[in-house]
């Protein structure tokens, strides 16, 4: 029989998420036509809203072409500026320019989505300074307003994959906010992963990472007890880390722009992140346990420019040039406590989704040999565990050989602990006869998934 899981564990909607590894976020609204605006105090005029050129399908041509298969668009930042013509404010696209008032970006954002089969995800600002400038503005009033607008945007466009409730300037929204609005996005959209922060906490199917430079901890557990969620102020190592004994399932989710700002400048277009920036950042974060959501900041012409699109494209080539050949593939693998035929550790090596190798259960440490024909040099491993069974080991390491009679460590690989979805790690080249993964702690059997060595491909 396979193993049972372990503590808690992921819902449907946390493992599709984690296998979809990079998501994108698109921050454009009013800020991107003023001068250095990222956080807009609700006053900016809706006449300067005018892209001249937007074409949502070049962005999530942007996304294909890096091979992420969701984006979240920002329908409303703090500002409060709506991109999609909503029925309860004028301060919204109805009133600008663009396309004579007629314009609806999240309706043409929606529709390039599906076009593209990319999943459309939304970032509804809790936090409105726009409404916030109102006379008559009340907290009921503004819990009303914002339950108004998420009705709007979970109905009319379709299957939402993400909703972000940001925490930035949140500090009087009450869970009794939350409540209603989560039970919203429960009932229009069951299949909506929802970002949680502060009073969402709740809610949250995952946690922000505690950082914006796409950075997880290491170790990074899926685990956390919510309350530090809650009070992110003091815990944002925890955020980084997760709780390995932690009472809920609530992963991290790395985002980080990939400009210096969240919204475009001009004067930042030297500053976009090389290949070489994004691969170190996909290694520690999807290689961390964690899943990247990448920011891109369309410009005032509403196009993604050239070299962010260029730069992802070749952050995805890193990614399938190093991981797409397994260097322990042909090599004949044992392990001390196989389970049983079924949980064979070849299936280490199988490159199958449905396969894996897992320890008897009275088993909490194993030790499997991978030994190959002849030498290899690598320079990166990869972990997963089967996140289906919870998190279960808490210490590994890897040693290799040289001459296949005496072992050492990878050093890098020293006092590792979580491995969760994906763990990435990086190592000047070694050259080596017989590789060993060392599961030396754990809560639970080993239940593994996929084990590999890799060269890294050449960076351009
Ligand atoms: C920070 C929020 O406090 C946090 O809850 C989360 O939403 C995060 O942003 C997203 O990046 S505020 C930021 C200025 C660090």
Same mark, same amino acid.
């Given at each position: 029989p396979a193993p049972e899981p372990c503590g808690p564990l992921p819902n449907e909607r946390q493992i599709k998420w984690y296998n979809d590894e990079i998501i994108a976020f698109f921050h454009f609204g009013i800020n991107t036509f003023e001068n250095n605006v990222n956080e807009g105090d609700g006053r900016a005029g809706t006449f300067i809203f005018n892209p001249t050129a937007l074409d949502c399908r070049q962005w999530t041509g942007t996304l294909k072409s890096a091979g992420i298969p969701a984006g979240i668009l920002v329908a409303k930042h703090a500002d409060g500026f709506c991109n999609w013509p909503s029925a309860y404010t004028d301060y919204c696209v109805k009133n600008s320019p663009w396309r004579n008032g007629k314009g609806n970006l999240v309706k043409e954002y929606a529709e390039a989505c599906r076009a593209d089969s990319i999943g459309m995800g939304l970032y509804l600002g809790p936090h409105d300074r726009h409404e916030h400038l109102s006379p008559l503005y009340t907290k009921q009033r503004y819990e009303d307003y914002y339950a108004n607008q998420l009705t709007e945007l979970l109905t009319d466009y379709? !299957?939402?994959y993400e909703i972000w409730w940001d925490g930035a300037g949140a500090d009087e929204l009450t869970i009794s906010m939350y409540t209603r609005w989560y039970n919203i996005v429960r009932r229009l959209q069951p299949e909506c992963v929802i970002f949680g922060t502060r009073n969402s906490y709740c809610f949250a199917d995952v946690r922000w990472v505690g950082n914006e430079s796409g950075i997880a901890g290491n170790p990074c557990w899926s685990t956390i007890n919510p309350e530090s969620i809650r009070d992110e102020n003091d815990n944002r190592i925890t955020l980084n880390h997760g709780e390995v004994n932690g009472s809920a399932y609530i992963p991290a989710e790395s985002d980080v722009s990939i400009? !210096?700002?969240?919204f475009y400048h001009s004067y930042e277009d030297k500053d976009v992140k090389t290949v070489k920036q994004l691969w170190d950042i996909y290694c520690n974060s999807v290689g961390h346990n964690s899943v990247m959501l990448l920011n891109f900041a369309p410009d005032r012409r509403g196009l993604v420019p050239a070299q962010d699109s260029i730069n992802a494209a070749g952050l995805r080539k890193m990614i399938d040039d190093t991981f797409g050949n397994n260097l322990l593939t042909g090599a004949s693998v044992k392990s001390l406590h196989q389970r049983g035929k079924q949980y064979a550790p070849k299936n280490l090596i199988d490159n199958l989704s449905k396969t894996y190798y897992a320890s008897k259960d009275s088993n909490m440490t194993d030790s499997i040999v991978f030994d190959l024909k002849s030498p290899v040099t690598f320079d990166c491993l990869m972990l997963q565990e089967v996140i289906q069974l919870g998190h279960r080991t808490t210490r590994w390491s890897v040693d290799y050989s040289v001459d296949g009679k005496k072992w050492e460590k990878i050093p890098e690989t020293e006092n590792l602990q979580s491995i969760g979805h994906k763990w990435i790690v990086r190592f000047d080249p070694l050259k080596a006869k017989k590789v060993r993964l060392c599961i030396l702690d754990g809560k639970a059997c080993p239940a593994l998934h996929t084990f590999g060595i890799y060269k890294q491909a050449i960076l351009p």
């Open positions: 379709g !299957p939402v400009r !210096p700002s969240w």
